[in-house]
């Protein structure tokens, strides 16, 4: 009796300890060293090559509609995250301007802010909820600056893979780091 009792026991905890894990595994590193930032992505995604817009692309082989990008844009002066506002205050203005602004046909509402210090630099977390003409998606994004420039990494998926991938999404949204 004891012994099943034991057994039972190290089966609960291996799979415990085996869900744990599944969640790091999985991710690539991709380092940026000429504009000075790095990141983690899903494994199985491929780099995508998009004319005037992102600095660089990942997209999911099997889900085409999940990917990840970075973009970069100059900051004028020696200006900080917190002199462009709060983390709500960022986030709405990258809700008008980036995810879903005026005749794109989509909706962003901010659904969570906030913000977090690694390595002596600032970043603002941002989640939110964007509504297409076509389907309901989910985005996460981190937002950081750095030698005058404005780094913002964001990850999207279809709200119905949401709850299957936020674990790992978030996980990719914290390892964003700039230098």
Same mark, same amino acid.
């Given at each position: 009796?004891?012994?099943?009792?034991?057994?039972?026991?190290?089966?609960?905890?291996?799979?415990?300890?085996?869900?744990?894990?599944?969640?790091?595994?999985?991710?690539?590193?991709?380092?940026?060293?000429?504009? +000075?930032?790095?990141?983690?992505?899903?494994?199985?995604?491929?780099?995508?090559?998009?004319?005037? +817009?992102?600095?660089?692309?990942?997209?999911?082989?099997?889900?085409?509609?999940?990917?990840?990008?970075?973009?970069?844009?100059?900051?004028?002066?020696?200006?900080?995250?917190?002199?462009?506002?709060?983390?709500?205050?960022?986030?709405?203005?990258?809700?008008?301007?980036?995810?879903?602004?005026?005749?794109?046909?989509?909706?962003?509402?901010?659904?969570?802010?906030?913000?977090?210090?690694?390595?002596?630099?600032?970043?603002?977390?941002?989640?939110?909820?964007?509504?297409?003409?076509?389907?309901?998606?989910?985005?996460?994004?981190?937002?950081?600056?750095?030698? +005058?420039?404005?780094?913002?990494?964001?990850?999207?998926?279809?709200?119905?893979?949401?709850?299957?991938?936020?674990?790992?999404?978030?996980?990719?949204?914290?390892?964003?780091?700039?230098?």
């Amino acid at each position: 009796m004891i012994k099943r009792i034991v057994t039972m026991l190290l089966v609960v905890f291996s799979l415990t300890l085996t869900s744990c894990v599944s969640n790091v595994v999985g991710l690539k590193s991709h380092i940026d060293t000429g504009d +000075g930032y790095q990141f983690l992505y899903p494994n199985g995604w491929l780099p995508i090559a998009v004319a005037n +817009g992102p600095d660089v692309v990942f997209r999911d082989l099997i889900q085409q509609t999940e990917n990840v990008s970075v973009v970069i844009s100059p900051v004028a002066g020696d200006k900080t995250l917190a002199d462009l506002g709060t983390p709500s205050e960022v986030g709405y203005k990258l809700s008008k301007n980036a995810i879903a602004p005026a005749d794109s046909g989509r909706e962003a509402e901010l659904i969570n802010a906030e913000s977090r210090e690694s390595r002596s630099k600032n970043y603002y977390i941002l989640e939110y909820a964007v509504k297409l003409p076509n389907q309901q998606r989910h985005n996460l994004a981190s937002v950081a600056i750095s030698r +005058g420039k404005l780094f913002t990494l964001n990850i999207s998926t279809t709200e119905e893979r949401w709850p299957k991938v936020k674990a790992a999404f978030e996980k990719v949204v914290k390892s964003f780091s700039v230098y």
